[in-house]
């Protein structure tokens, strides 16, 4: 089993920044692709951004392209999601997620084995 647990959420303003960490504990060596998620109020859970287990390999949805950068340390078993130029469409609940399947990165929820618990974050207009 492993057990994601994410943190760095909270109240920005707009234009503002902020980094997002998921730290990972248990079986992590079982771990491959890592991603973040995203859901607003009323929507369906959105893809925000993956990474390979190397971290040599990324995809960022268009709605964060130039914007946020996915990033892990596998050392410390922590990928990370810095958001820079943050927007109100912006607010949501964050969640961290992880593949265990070998193989090209995914942008499907489904594709996700492990799910944090996700974390708030509000931009403020």
């Known amino acids: 089993q492993v057990q994601l647990v994410e943190s760095g959420g909270g109240l920005v303003q707009a234009g503002g920044s902020l980094r997002l960490s998921c730290a990972a504990s248990g079986r992590t060596s079982s771990l491959y692709a890592m991603a973040w998620f995203r859901q607003a109020p009323g929507k369906e859970r959105e893809f925000v951004a993956c990474i390979s287990r190397s971290g040599s390999t990324s995809v960022h949805a268009d709605s964060v392209k130039g914007r946020f950068t996915i990033s892990r340390d596998n050392a410390r078993n922590t990928v990370y999601l810095q958001m820079n130029s943050v927007k109100p469409d912006d607010t949501a609940v964050y969640y961290c997620?992880?593949?265990?399947?070998?193989?090209?990165?995914?942008?499907?929820?489904?594709?996700?084995?492990?799910w944090g618990q996700g974390t708030q974050v509000t931009v403020s207009s």
């Open positions: 997620a992880a593949n265990v399947a070998i193989g090209p990165l995914r942008i499907g929820s489904n594709d996700y084995a492990y």
